[in-house]
């Protein structure tokens, strides 16, 4: 997905690197935050640094992770003297972000527990990563309260898809599982340099677990709604039975109400939930 840029570069983007070239775009994501004078921040891919310097003057610190070593070269240069900013130099897949939101070594309290001060996040996710950062952020979500994120249209459409349409899928599922999903505004390709060939959608989701009030172990859960949408063509009775016993199966699916030839994007978050805790965990395989 492209990158943020105050300027409009001439050169050719480097790895398919788009960059932002409106000022006004780059200011309502940076507001779509809220105040954020009192707080931390962090901004995943800060590119050339139009969104940085826009957070540097109204967060009071800002984390910056970036994967590109130049631009996170230039980013240091250019903010050198700002004493509330951090640029990180690695990859937000593989970084230990307890290491960066958790407790620093020394600082706990015996027989306290550690309470992490909620931290906004923004950024612009590229579209075949798209999936793998969320589920990374939604994993240590107990920092994370916003999420203001630039995506492909098309994965914004999927983010706020509701059961029932062509779009839910398991990302709309997931997503929907740890937030609640808003559409912000959409900007064509014309807002960048060079244009890409797709929309971009702004989009701000807040975290709100739902997996104490659907009443279901959340890594078995997760586990269940990628086989139930494992292969989308087929109906869910058929995805599921690659897992568990077919007479469990038949009894479950009457249980929650679900007739077996539904398929995985027709059912709510709750249908879902209520088949998962009719089944037994015995009859699911490894």
Not at 9 to 26: C, E, I, V, Y
Not at 113 to 130: A, D, Q, R
Not at 228 to 239: A, D, E, I, P, S
């Amino acid at each position: 997905m492209p990158k943020v840029s105050a300027s409009r570069p001439s050169s050719k983007p480097k790895l398919g690197q788009h960059f932002l070239a409106n000022d006004a775009a780059a200011l309502r994501i940076v507001e779509a935050l809220g105040d954020i004078s009192n707080r931390t921040v962090l901004e995943i891919g800060p590119g050339r640094g139009a969104l940085t310097s826009l957070l540097l003057r109204r967060a009071r610190r800002l984390i910056a992770i970036e994967l590109d070593r130049v631009l996170s070269a230039q980013l240091r240069m250019n903010f050198a003297l700002a004493p509330n900013v951090e640029i990180i130099e690695g990859d937000i897949l593989a970084i230990d972000l307890d290491t960066v939101f958790g407790p620093k070594p020394g600082t706990r309290r015996p027989g306290i527990e550690f309470t992490p001060e909620p931290v906004p996040v923004v950024g612009n996710l590229p579209y075949y990563i798209t999936s793998d950062i969320l589920l990374r952020l939604f994993a240590y979500r107990r920092y994370f309260d916003t999420l203001v994120l630039m995506v492909q249209r098309e994965v914004a459409d999927r983010l706020a898809a509701a059961p029932g349409g062509s779009e839910y899928g398991l990302l709309s599922a997931t997503t929907q599982l740890y937030a609640r999903v808003e559409r912000l505004f959409t900007l064509p390709p014309s807002s960048f340099s060079p244009p890409p060939k797709v929309q971009s959608t702004v989009v701000r989701l807040t975290m709100a677990p739902r997996v104490e009030h659907l009443k279901v172990p959340e890594a078995g859960f997760v586990n269940f709604l990628k086989l139930g949408f494992g292969q989308k063509r087929k109906t869910l009775w058929n995805n599921l039975k690659e897992r568990y016993k077919p007479d469990d199966l038949r009894a479950a699916l009457t249980k929650a109400g679900i007739a077996p030839t539904v398929r995985a994007e027709t059912l709510s978050l709750e249908k879902s939930a209520a088949l998962f805790r009719a089944l037994p965990a015995a009859s699911a395989g490894d």
